[in-house]
């Protein structure tokens, strides 16, 4: 059973990244995994299902730093984990997907929520550091700063450049604090 549902996911995961989101019907996972259509409905009820299902064993979780390390370190390690997950080939590889389904699909779009909530609430618990240590001005609007510190990253693994590494998140990181600084 573990195997069958491991077999379908990865299928379903290459089709959506050959194809785009309509490469995945039920007929084709059933032609290129060999599953049975009984058994891919004993699993999901809908093609749909199948889809969010995909998407949300890619998504990587993004966790709030520990509440005893200051700003500076916190919002260091938040970026560090943004690179790393804007890094993992299989992430990237369905972002794309993502961007597209989130308005056309009611499963998707709560994935979308979900991740969305998850990764805004780690930042702004950072930001909120940045605040109270008086680095960060207190009438920061957090929704845009959240979009001025993730947007660049996410533009650049869109658009396959700059490459999102170290010296990169840095540079994004500096022209974030330097515009938001108290």
Known sequence: MARSRATV????????????????????????????KSTIYRHWASRDDVLVEV???????IDT????????ESIRQL??????????????RVLPA????????????????????????????VLRRGVDEGVLAPSIDTDVAVTMLIGPLLFAVLTEKPEVDE????????????????
């Open 9 to 36: 996911l990865r299928t379903a995961t290459d089709l959506l990244v050959e194809g785009g989101p309509t490469a995945v019907t039920i007929e084709a996972i059933v032609a290129r995994s060999g599953v049975a």
């Open 55 to 61: 998407i949300a064993s890619c998504a990587p979780n």
């Open 65 to 72: 730093p520990d509440e005893s390390l200051g700003f500076e």
């Open 79 to 92: 970026m560090v984990e943004f690179r790393e997950m804007l890094n993992d080939p299989e992430w990237v």
């Open 98 to 125: 993502l961007l597209v389904l989130r308005n056309q699909k009611h499963g998707i779009a709560d994935l979308d929520q979900r991740l969305e909530k998850d990764q805004d609430h780690a930042v702004s618990n």
């Open 167 to 182: 010296t990169y998140c840095d540079q994004v990181l500096e022209a974030f604090l330097r515009a938001y600084s108290a």
